[in-house]
């Protein structure tokens, strides 16, 4: 019973996964995603409440591992810059690192970026440009308590650089590059918003 369950599963996310990539959320419908599975539709209800349910389940793993990436990277650029090192900052590598993991698990990451309109991620990129913003202020912080001089600079300006940067890195994925391409084009976008960065705070 539990090898059925296991394998049922699997054919509800495989189904569900080609579903909400043709049709979006808004138009996936969970008798088509049944019928591709090989079961009931009150069969697929004892798996998952709901499209959002299930939506959620295709995207929120990758989704948080590239959250856990960036803190990750965040928590070493943290150390450094309380060391008085800002080089791992300066010369970002961002970009890349997020490119990289973003084509490891790209089917979630075209349900996300392409398909997620009508769910809770639909406005995914502005909350991780509010992240983003709000490390970079800190880290900003930090370095003027070490007499590092910084330029001054508008919020909302950065709040419009941040957020060109983070979208940015996933329009690899609306214009449907290849994994080798999108990697060249993360390299040149970091060097592009490292140089940027550096003219805007002045470092």
Not at 36 to 41: G, L
């Amino acid at each position: 019973m539990v090898r059925d369950k296991v394998m049922h599963h699997g054919s509800i996310m495989e189904a569900a996964t080609k579903e909400f990539l043709t049709y979006g959320f808004t138009d996936a419908s969970m008798r088509r995603i049944a019928s591709a599975a090989k079961m009931s539709a009150s069969g697929l209800y004892k798996h998952f409440a709901g499209k959002e349910e299930m939506f959620s389940a295709l995207i929120e793993p990758a989704y948080q591992g590239l959250l856990a990436l960036f803190r990750g990277k965040e928590r070493a650029q943290r150390k450094n810059i309380a060391d008085g090192d800002i080089s791992m900052w300066k010369n970002g590598g961002d970009a890349k690192l997020a490119v990289a993991y973003i084509y490891d698990h790209l089917d979630a990451f075209r349900l996300l970026v392409c398909k997620s309109q009508g769910t809770k991620y639909e406005n995914f990129i502005h909350d991780l440009a509010v992240l983003e913003e709000g490390v970079t202020l800190s880290f900003m912080d930090t370095l003027k308590k070490q007499g590092i001089k910084i330029n001054d600079f508008r919020t909302s300006e950065l709040h419009l650089l941040t957020t060109a940067n983070v979208n940015a890195i996933f329009q690899t994925v609306e214009h449907d590059f290849s994994k080798e391409d999108a990697l060249h084009y993360a390299e040149t976008l970091d060097m592009f918003f490292s140089k940027a960065l550096q003219v805007f705070f002045g470092y």
